[in-house]
């Protein structure tokens, strides 16, 4: 996916936690029919947000270190970044606008 980064286990540290920009992560799997749902809105706002936040997918099934860490208990769930710290949490089906409203906040802050 454009501009949709595959996040795991072993990158994660580097590409989320350590990254100057806000990161958008979205926990799924592929049997997961909500989360495919979801799949256009979030290829949507990381091409609107290209250069200003990163946007990754953490497959939950492959990945299960990273979804325990964050307590993933149901997907799709969306964490933002900042700094290394989530500052917003979406479970389930979430508007574009939920996004990118929180987005914005976080990318001007």
């Known amino acids: 996916m454009k501009g949709v980064h595959e996040l795991t286990d072993s990158n994660f540290q580097t590409e989320v936690l350590n990254s100057p ?5 979205d926990f799924w799997a592929e049997w997961c029919a909500p ?3 979801l799949t ?3 290829e949507q706002i990381a091409a609107e947000y290209e ?4 946007v990754g997918k953490v497959d939950t099934d492959s990945n299960r270190e990273i979804s ?7 997907i799709p769930t969306v964490l933002l970044f900042k700094g290394g710290q989530v500052q917003k949490k979406f479970v389930g089906l979430t508007s ?5 409203n929180a987005l914005d906040q976080l990318v001007k802050g």
Do not use: E, N, R
């Open 68 to 74: 325990i860490k964050y307590g993933i208990q149901s």
């Open 96 to 100: 574009k606008d939920q996004f990118k």
């Open 51 to 54: 250069g200003k936040a990163k």
């Open 35 to 37: 989360c495919k749902m």
């Open 21 to 25: 920009q806000v990161v958008l992560v």
């Open 40 to 42: 256009p809105t979030i």
